[in-house]
């Protein structure tokens, strides 16, 4: 077996007990990502060179006796909405090209402090604004299991790396689902954490009050080893929970559900709902069931409402913290000739570098919040946002978790709902209402769909600060329906023969690795390009994070339109 097939937990113990080296593991991934992303563009870039150097460093602390963490030495990817010093940050958005943050965020330096290995960036939609990662600036990324299909969204990337075994472990973010239903699309395990449970500081942000940093994987246990690293008390983020982390390490290792609670939400299922997704939903409910759960049908009559009231607070949101995108302080800059104003200069600057789906959800958001119309849609989204609130509040007086499919469809086809923003947007009816409410949630497979043969992935919802409910119902659902089959190989495009420079396990013995020759994935030669072209890299004269910095927003609607 090859070491990228691995799960987490797997690699883990083949470090600690010298069956192999973070090096070796490391070479695998990188020569995987540039085996395969040339079809699926799950990478934007790719950060060979340190990647390499820190399995080195984590391999010279191992066989001088440290004490390492659990996880250390194990590769990770890091969706691009996560600022990494000195590695190009764009959010999948060509108005950041060139910028080069000069910290790193929170998640990241967690990370890095527990040794595991980053492998490098992952594709998204531009500012996590979409539901298929086709809205990205740099291409969409493909679906391992069909390369014709979408990886979901926004975090396509992430979810796609995983599925193509490019790397055991990933980070993302879930505004409304963007973690979730990737997850379900292509048969892997993501995570929402309870509101606050993981630090947004250096997260890109959004929608401020609905933005939350998790943990992908391809298993329940190797989830919850990556959400214990990241997750914590952070005094950066003034959203942060001071309360300690929900045992779910230990929830994911008992996967017993014996007398737990199971809720089935009515409205989430019925007409919009592919036969095969309730189908195979259905066949994981029975499975729990048959495990010892104790299953109830429950009415959560506020659902319906969830989307409509996500697209006005998100757009109100997104439009506050995109307006510090303005040409002057980092990123793209268009028009600076010295004949254009600088309101000119950034009027240039975001008709090219913002794409179609951020112009109209910043349009869409700036109207709800301007005067005389707050009311009317900001408003009103608002007190249904507490009325969905109700109804989990509700819920969980009857029963301990709740179940419902993670999308109404498997993975559609590229360009199918492109020109279609409401069907696109119905691909979150089933993930937007845990975000409105704060609580956690995840996806975790639930076999392949019976209409296309496509993954199918079953969302289990907790209340806030029971996040180790969703692991032990996500490990007892693993066990009832067995190994998760993996997505079909993915046959090599980029001819990149590591082995052949003395590097990988493939080479003889444990060869130490030649940095320059890994760093060839076409993602980390378009993003170099870039940086050139734009010519405003990492605000040379920044020092460290700065109030006005792109990751730093812990606000939730800050500046109106007409305050702008």
């Known amino acids: ?41 799950a990478f934007l870039h790719v950060d060979a060179e340190r990647a390499l150097a820190a399995a080195r460093a984590v391999d010279a602390r ?10 250390a030495g194990v590769p990770v990817a890091v969706k691009d ?27 990241v330096s967690r990370l890095r402090a527990a040794g595991l290995v980053i492998l490098g960036k992952t594709n998204m939609d531009e500012f996590a604004m979409g539901s298929s990662t086709e809205n990205s600036a740099y291409g969409p990324t493909r679906n391992p299991w069909d390369r014709e299909r979408v990886p979901g969204g926004s975090g ?77 008390h952070d005094p950066r983020d ?33 007409q919009g709902y592919a036969p095969g997704v309730e189908e195979r939903f259905q066949q994981g409910v029975n499975a729990l069931e048959r495990a010892g759960a104790e299953v109830r049908r429950l009415s959560c009559p506020h659902f319906p409402l969830a ?45 090219l570098g913002f794409g179609d789906e951020v112009k109209r959800r910043v349009i869409l958001g700036t109207y709800a919040l301007s005067a005389g119309y ?4 900001y408003g009103s989204a608002q007190k249904v946002r507490d009325l969905v609130r109700r109804d989990f509040a509700a819920a969980f007086e009857q029963v ?93 495009t980029v001819a990149v023969a590591l082995t052949a420079a003395g590097v990988g396990p493939a080479a003889s013995g444990r060869t130490t690795a030649a940095p320059a020759a890994v760093g060839v994935h076409p993602a980390a030669s378009r993003l170099d390009a870039a940086d050139q072209a734009a010519g405003q890299a990492a605000a040379p004269d920044v020092a460290g994070p700065s109030a006005d910095a792109p990751g730093d927003d812990q606000t939730g609607v800050g500046r109106t339109g007409a305050e702008r």
């Not at 990228?4 to 695998?28: I, N």
């Not at 909405?81 to 998640?107: H, K, M, N």
């Not at 209340?463 to 190994?483: C, I, N, T």
């Open 1 to 41: 077996m090859s070491l990228t097939d691995l799960t987490a937990a797997e690699l883990a113990l083949a470090l600690a007990q010298g069956e192999a080296s973070s090096q070796e593991a490391t070479t695998a991934c990188l020569e995987r990502i540039a085996a395969t992303d040339g079809d699926l563009n």
């Open 62 to 71: 191992r066989a001088a006796g440290e004490a390492l963490a659990p996880l």
């Open 81 to 107: 909405a996560f600022v990494l010093q000195g590695a190009p940050t764009t959010c999948g958005s060509r108005i950041l090209e060139g910028w080069r943050p000069p910290y790193d965020a929170t998640v």
């Open 156 to 232: 396509g990337g992430s979810a796609a790396c995983l599925a193509a075994r490019q790397a055991p472990l990933a980070i993302g973010s879930d505004t409304g689902g963007s973690i979730r239903q990737p997850a379900a699309v292509t048969g892997t395990v993501g995570v929402k954490p309870t509101y606050g449970g993981v630090s947004r500081y250096g997260l890109v942000a959004m929608a401020s009050s609905l933005d939350q940093p998790g943990p992908c994987a391809r298993t329940a246990l190797d989830a919850a080893l990556l959400h214990t690293v990241i997750a914590g």
């Open 238 to 270: 003034s959203t942060s929970l001071d309360a300690p982390t929900p045992p779910v390490v230990r929830a994911a290792r008992d996967g017993r559900v014996d007398g737990l609670r199971l809720g089935v939400v009515q409205q989430l299922g019925g």
């Open 307 to 351: 989307l409509a009231a996500y697209y006005l607070i998100m757009p109100s949101e997104a439009s506050s913290n995109l307006a510090r995108f303005d040409a002057v302080r980092y990123g793209l800059r268009v028009g600076d000739d010295g004949a254009n104003s600088v309101e000119q200069v950034m009027r240039l600057t975001r008709g």
């Open 374 to 377: 707050y009311e009317a849609y």
């Open 400 to 492: 301990d978790v709740l179940v419902s499919p993670a999308c109404p469809t498997t993975a559609w086809r590229l360009g199918e709902r492109t020109d279609d923003p409401w069907a696109m947007y119905q691909a979150d009816l089933c993930t937007v209402p845990v975000n409105l409410a704060g609580n956690c949630a995840a996806s975790f497979p639930a076999g392949l769909s019976p209409d296309d043969g496509l993954p199918v992935g079953l969302q289990v919802m907790a209340p806030a600060g029971r996040d180790d409910l969703l692991y032990r119902v996500g490990a007892a659902l693993e066990r009832a329906l067995g190994p998760s089959p993996a997505a079909p190989d993915v046959a090599p």
